[in-house]
């Protein structure tokens, strides 16, 4: 029995269904929902107790009446003082439309970890109803960081969450809080783009043959706007292009939750912050890790990033690149070099595609190996 629910102050029949001497059959009808005489509240109260009860049968059959229980029977429960383990039960059971959800919010018993389960897997009416009470957001920082991080959730409503923490003074966990701050604190406004090089040209090249190839034969590629002119539909809308119309803030959740082809786009933005979140996203894969180390066009801030995860430097390939890569700090070229084999490092030290500097520290190491 949860240490929350007194049972003491439910209705007489839900006190009954709950007795430990209780009735096999009156157990499975309680379990089952069939309450008779009892409110809405207690019925829910009892159905969620004996989801955890020690018979199999009617733990299962509880959980499965949880999940399916009529829409009266839950908005009358959630106009009552719910126990904080029944409201996370319930929570859990089902998928509470946006007003029910609204009434969760507003009950006095719950608890931090359901508030951050409903974030974690809202879908975009729902994340809206939890982000609009600021309150219990500013006093649970961690359902920020999990409605941001969550897909579903509006851009707009993800860059609001992030200025009310701003605002506050509330530092969340998200991998690229600083440079979100950063964005919305200054109202950054990002710099002219540089003029692409051949690997940006062949890229959006490439996406833009994905994008037509992968629609429907039959499927109209444009459509006419409020001003009757004929404009191509946002879903034919070339990956770069897209990226491009993002604000600073939206670019930077983009870049935490967005694809492998949007963070290779993302991690060369002109804008420092941008690039620093594709660079952290904790989405961000070995393979990715390889292409970033090896691209001339990004920014010495990306390779440090790139450099000082321990994950990616255990691959060679990585170490390699980040050593031949004229952009990398030479701190870090300098920890990498004896890492690397005697073959490559012959290589690297004839190259007249590294510095100096780089030449002579490849130089010193084949010294110390001879």
């Known amino acids: 029995?949860?240490?929350?629910?007194?049972?003491?102050?439910?209705?007489?029949?839900?006190?009954?269904?709950?007795?430990?001497?209780?009735?096999?059959?009156?157990?499975?009808m309680a379990a089952r929902g069939v309450i008779p005489g009892a409110k809405p509240a207690d019925i829910v109260t009892v159905v969620a107790v004996l989801c955890e009860s020690p018979d199999g049968t009617t733990a299962e059959?509880?959980?499965?009446?949880?999940?399916?229980?009529?829409?009266?029977?839950?908005?009358?429960?959630?106009?009552a003082d719910l126990p904080g383990s029944v409201i996370d039960k319930l929570a859990r059971a089902r998928a509470l439309d946006p007003e029910h959800v609204s009434a969760l919010l507003r009950m006095p018993r719950l608890m931090p970890e359901t508030l951050e389960y409903l974030a974690e897997t809202a879908d975009e009416a729902r994340g809206e109803v939890i982000a609009t009470n600021e309150q219990l957001m500013l006093e649970n920082p961690r359902t920020i960081e999990k409605l941001y991080m969550n897909k579903a959730v509006r851009m707009s409503t993800a860059d609001r969450l992030i200025e009310l923490a701003v605002r506050n003074g509330i530092e969340l966990g998200i991998p690229a809080f600083k440079e979100a701050a950063a964005a919305i604190q200054n109202e950054l406004i990002p710099e002219p783009s540089e003029e692409p090089t051949f690997d940006d040209v062949l890229f959006q090249e490439t996406e833009q043959i994905a994008q037509r190839t992968a629609a429907d034969e039959n499927e109209d590629t444009h459509e006419v706007d409020d001003d009757?002119?004929?404009?191509?539909?946002?879903?034919?809308?070339?990956?770069?292009?897209?990226?491009?119309?993002?604000?600073?803030?939206?670019?930077?959740?983009?870049?935490?939750?967005?694809?492998a082809a949007e963070r290779l786009i993302l991690v060369r933005d002109p804008n420092r912050l941008v690039a620093l979140a594709a660079a952290k996203s904790p989405n961000l894969r070995d393979n990715e890790a390889v292409q970033i180390s090896a691209a001339r066009s990004v920014g010495e801030d990306v390779l440090r990033v790139i450099a000082?995860?321990?994950e990616f430097t255990r691959h060679y390939q990585v170490k390699l690149n980040l050593v031949t890569n004229p952009?990398?700090?030479?701190?870090?070229?300098?920890?990498?070099?004896?890492?690397?084999?005697?073959?490559?490092l012959k290589v690297i030290g004839k190259s007249k595609n590294v510095s100096g500097a780089v030449s002579q520290a490849v130089r010193q190491q084949l010294a110390r190996k001879g």
């Open 228 to 259: 009757g002119e004929e404009q191509l539909r946002d879903k034919f809308v070339p990956l770069h292009a897209q990226i491009a119309r993002m604000t600073v803030t939206q670019k930077i959740r983009r870049a935490q939750l967005g694809s």
């Open 327 to 344: 952009r990398t700090p030479f701190t870090f070229v300098s920890r990498l070099i004896p890492l690397l084999r005697e073959n490559d």
């Open 61 to 79: 059959t509880a959980r499965a009446t949880l999940a399916k229980l009529p829409p009266p029977i839950i908005a009358g429960a959630l106009s």
């Open 308 to 310: 000082m995860n321990r």
């Open 1 to 28: 029995m949860p240490s929350d629910v007194a049972v003491e102050l439910l209705a007489p029949p839900a006190q009954k269904a709950l007795a430990p001497d209780a009735p096999a059959p009156l157990r499975t």
